[in-house]
């Protein structure tokens, strides 16, 4: 079994093949794929951590914070800090994305940003395959209209939940399609990991069982593979370049230590979230990259983007659940309303979501994706290390404002066929979060995106991205598996060509 230890513990060596920056499931994903082809080191800043309840969660997150429309607040990027980044604690959704997310460009108008992909989904459907066979994801298959061509599923989809069938007798009210939503939670037991037994903590805390597919055990039970090393307490302060421009060395904080190190390699691979992705090449100026690493076009940091989300919810009559409790955090969704909107314009993601310490509440999570905007941007801190670490400047278009709110009536107009007293709470849309993308946008034109298809830096060829931060367009589904499959694929293309 591996272990994550301090840099101290780990035996000098004068120069990696590969460091990787940031152990979430990009990073890890990445470092595993290039240790089999190379000595690889995976630099994370958070170190193990117990089980603790959400509150506490906040607390682990990114030091940020967000200057808005509605002022100025901590930012809630809805992540982790620590080994395994946010998916020690995710719902479990593991979904694709859809054809058309590679190339928004037709219905947003608005968008100051190119929300076009240069990949298209075929370069990374065999991507997604292997990373759906090496976890497993229950799902059902056919009944999703928008479903993009797919392996066919490894496990069959969880049964629905007493809540879910309510929900799913409204949605047939109203005409509204549905299907499981694909869980990344043994329904059976597979790729050594047991089937779940629905003990509902799913959201926000650590699977008890192991049923919840994680890439932390994939790269801890990596322990033959001597050229994998992980060290956690570290963070990345920034990269260092020689006199060609290539970058040489990064610079690193011990934090438990509070101690300074620099760690040598031939190529970097930063994964520390879109974030702090964008904060570390921004801090790494020099002579040859004054405004930070890569960013002589000035587009480092700008593009990020969030989901703007909310949720509807409805007390369920007790005698429909049947004394049914606890359940898995998702067991509906609907896309039928994910392309287009009833008044016009792009739609997205409906969902069940289970509301914690509250079994008789029938919840629906509603989400879109903001067009991509050059005037939101990221800016760096002094340190990785002080608080806070990033602020991000970010305002909402119009436009996406009105398409969330249409998505809103959906999901209200759904639930009110069970209770007309529907409450509504859209808070995330004030603090700003959920599932960042965008601030290293991958494109071909150097003068508009920081990386190229393989999420290699323009301005510098020894680094690449790999986490969400590539992401032109970040969609309304949900990012997970798109970012592991997308880490694949850069990795095993940065191996294959160095
Ligand atoms: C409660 C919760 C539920 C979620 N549910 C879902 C879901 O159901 N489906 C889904 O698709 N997504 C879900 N998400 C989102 C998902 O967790 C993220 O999309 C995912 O973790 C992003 O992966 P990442 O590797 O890009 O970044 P992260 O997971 O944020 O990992 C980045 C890592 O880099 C480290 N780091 C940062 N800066 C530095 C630095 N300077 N030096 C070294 N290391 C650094 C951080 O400590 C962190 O561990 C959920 C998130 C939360 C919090």
């Known amino acids: 079994m591996k272990r994550f230890v301090q840099?101290?513990?780990?035996?000098?060596?004068?120069?990696?093949?590969?460091?990787?920056?940031?152990?979430?499931?990009?990073?890890?994903m990445a470092a595993y794929e290039l240790s089999r082809h190379g000595e690889t080191l995976l630099l994370e800043a958070g170190v193990a951590s117990s089980e603790r309840p959400y509150t506490d969660l906040r607390a682990e997150t990114t030091d940020s914070v967000l200057l808005s429309d509605h002022g100025t607040h901590p930012a809630n990027p809805w992540t982790l800090r620590g080994p395994g980044g946010g998916m020690e604690r995710y719902a479990g959704i593991l979904i694709r994305y859809r054809l058309q997310d590679f190339d928004r460009s037709s219905v947003f108008a608005h968008a100051s940003a190119?929300?076009?992909?240069?990949?298209?989904?075929?370069?990374?459907?065999?991507?997604?395959?292997?990373?759906?066979?090496?976890?497993?994801?229950?799902?059902?298959?056919?009944?999703?209209?928008?479903e993009p061509p797919s392996c066919a599923p490894f496990l069959p989809p969880h049964r629905t939940s007493a809540r879910a069938a309510l929900i799913n007798e409204a949605f047939d009210e109203l005409g509204v399609?549905?299907?499981?939503?694909?869980?990344?939670?043994?329904?059976?037991?597979?790729?050594?990991?047991?089937?779940?037994?629905?003990?509902?903590?799913?959201?926000?805390?650590?699977?008890?069982?192991?049923?919840?597919?994680?890439?932390?055990?994939?790269?801890?039970?990596?322990?033959?593979?001597?050229?994998?090393?992980?060290?956690?307490?570290?963070t990345a302060e920034a990269l260092r370049v020689d006199s060609t421009g290539r970058a040489s060395s990064v610079e690193c904080l011990d934090t438990v230590e509070g101690r300074p190190a620099t760690v040598r390699a031939r190529h970097f691979v930063i994964a520390a979230g879109a974030l702090n992705s964008c904060a570390l090449l921004l801090r790494s100026t020099s002579r040859?990259?004054?405004?930070?690493?890569?960013?002589?076009?000035?587009?480092?940091?700008?593009?990020?983007?969030?989901?703007?989300?909310?949720?509807?919810?409805?007390?369920?009559?007790?005698?429909?659940?049947?004394?049914?409790?606890?359940?898995?955090?998702?067991?509906?969704?609907?896309?039928?309303?994910?392309?287009?909107?009833?008044?016009?314009?792009?739609?997205?993601?409906?969902?069940?979501a289970s509301a914690p310490g509250r079994p008789d509440t029938l919840r629906l999570h509603f989400v879109i994706s903001e067009a991509p905007m050059s005037e939101n941007f990221v800016?760096?801190?002094?340190?990785?290390?002080?608080?806070?670490?990033?602020?991000?400047?970010?305002?909402?278009?119009?436009?996406?404002?009105?398409?969330?709110?249409?998505?809103?009536?959906?999901?209200?107009?759904?639930?009110?066929r069970i209770d007309r007293r529907v409450r509504v709470h859209e808070e995330f849309n004030a603090t700003g979060m959920a599932h960042l993308a965008g601030g290293c946008r991958a494109g071909t034109d150097?003068?508009?995106?920081?990386?190229?298809?393989?999420?290699?830096?323009?301005?510098?060829?020894?680094?690449?991205?790999?986490?969400?931060?590539?992401?032109?367009?970040?969609?309304s589904a949900n990012p997970t598996m798109t970012l592991i499959a997308n880490a694949l694929r850069i990795s095993r293309q940065l191996a294959q060509q160095s």
Not at 310 to 328: C, D, F, I, N
């Open 7 to 28: 840099l101290s513990q780990i035996s000098r060596k004068t120069d990696y093949d590969y460091c990787v920056i940031g152990g979430g499931p990009a990073g890890l």
């Open 114 to 146: 190119d929300p076009r992909w240069p990949i298209e989904y075929e370069d990374l459907r065999p991507y997604y395959d292997e990373v759906e066979q090496r976890f497993g994801v229950a799902r059902a298959s056919g009944l999703d209209p928008t």
């Open 177 to 234: 399609g549905h299907f499981p939503t694909p869980l990344g939670v043994n329904s059976r037991p597979f790729a050594r990991r047991p089937a779940c037994t629905h003990c509902g903590h799913c959201n926000e805390t650590r699977c008890q069982t192991g049923a919840k597919a994680s890439l932390l055990p994939l790269v801890l039970g990596s322990g033959s593979n001597r050229r994998l090393r992980l060290a956690h307490a570290v």
């Open 288 to 352: 040859l990259h004054p405004r930070g690493l890569a960013n002589g076009n000035d587009q480092v940091g700008r593009g990020i983007q969030f989901k703007l989300t909310g949720y509807a919810e409805v007390r369920a009559p007790a005698r429909a659940l049947h004394g049914e409790s606890p359940t898995l955090f998702s067991t509906t969704a609907t896309t039928d309303f994910y392309h287009q909107l009833p008044e016009g314009g792009c739609g997205g993601f409906v969902y069940d």
């Open 379 to 416: 800016a760096p801190g002094p340190t990785a290390s002080t608080r806070p670490n990033v602020v991000i400047r970010h305002s909402t278009h119009k436009v996406d404002r009105l398409r969330l709110r249409s998505l809103r009536s959906i999901a209200v107009g759904t639930l009110s």
């Open 446 to 475: 150097p003068r508009t995106s920081v990386v190229d298809p393989e999420g290699r830096l323009h301005q510098c060829d020894n680094v690449h991205v790999a986490d969400s931060a590539y992401f032109p367009y970040a969609a």
